[in-house]
């Protein structure tokens, strides 16, 4: 139990294109979603708390309107990086919480991003 | 100074040894104490959870919590070669607080476990 996926697993894209991560629990209902950035060697930096049917809440430096994020259902959240530049390269991870357990945070198993 | 300290090693231990990770922190408001095991390119694996203080055992893991101290563990018995990883504590704080649902993680300590 507790599984999140998410897809793609690695992508690669060129400079000023977007691109869309998804972030789904697969075995049950996550009211709260996280959205994490990890460099080599570095712990993981939470970018902003995704809430079911509200907005997101970003931590400080994260820009809103370059990193989009929408958590439209129970089971999934999207991170749509926006206009992605070589600095976006990054390895981005979801997390999420289950509404009816405890509360411990599941981790996806993180999308590499290289934007060239 | 970080609110969640973790040496980040690396640590390299021969296999049947038993390993002692730690983690200190600052915040009293932590009430939930995590710890995560990341293998190179995948996310974070939960290995032991536990609220308040106190100790866990789930097979060859135990974690130990105390409070007054602030200081955290985790215990790894007979060590494998397969628990060569990057090892997290995380924690969060209670409910009510502006906080709450958001983990900090320490740095990570490297651990390598050889045959």
């Known amino acids: 139990g507790a599984v999140v996926s998410q897809h793609p697993s690695w992508v690669i894209c060129k400079s000023g294109t977007s691109v869309k991560i998804e972030c789904r629990s697969l075995?049950?209902?996550?009211?709260?979603m996280f959205w994490y950035r990890q460099f080599p060697k570095q712990s993981l930096m939470l970018m902003a708390t995704s809430n079911e049917g509200s907005k997101a809440t970003y931590e400080q430096g994260v820009e809103k309107d370059k990193f989009l994020i929408n958590h439209a259902s129970l089971t999934l959240s999207t991170l749509t990086v926006t206009s992605a530049h070589p600095e976006d390269s990054s390895f981005y991870i979801c997390?999420?919480?289950?509404?009816?357990?405890?509360?411990?945070?599941?981790f996806g198993p993180g999308t590499r991003l290289l934007v060239l | 100074q970080k609110e969640v300290e973790q040496d980040p090693g690396p640590l390299s231990v021969p296999e049947g040894a038993i390993v002692s990770l730690n983690c200190t922190y600052s915040?009293?408001?932590?009430?939930?104490f995590m710890w995560y095991r990341q293998y190179s390119r995948k996310g974070p694996e939960l290995l032991m959870y536990t609220y308040s203080s106190g100790n866990k055992e789930d097979g060859r893991f135990t974690a130990q919590v105390d409070k007054s101290s602030k200081y955290i563990s985790l215990f790894i018995r007979d060590s494998q070669p397969s628990d060569s990883a990057t090892y997290l504590c995380a924690m969060m704080a209670n409910a009510g607080g502006t906080s709450y649902g958001k983990l900090t993680f320490g740095q990570g300590t490297i651990l390598t476990v050889h045959p």
């Open positions: 075995d049950f209902q996550a009211t709260t």
């Open positions: 915040n009293s408001a932590f009430q939930y």
């Open positions: 997390s999420a919480r289950d509404r009816a357990g405890t509360e411990t945070q599941y």
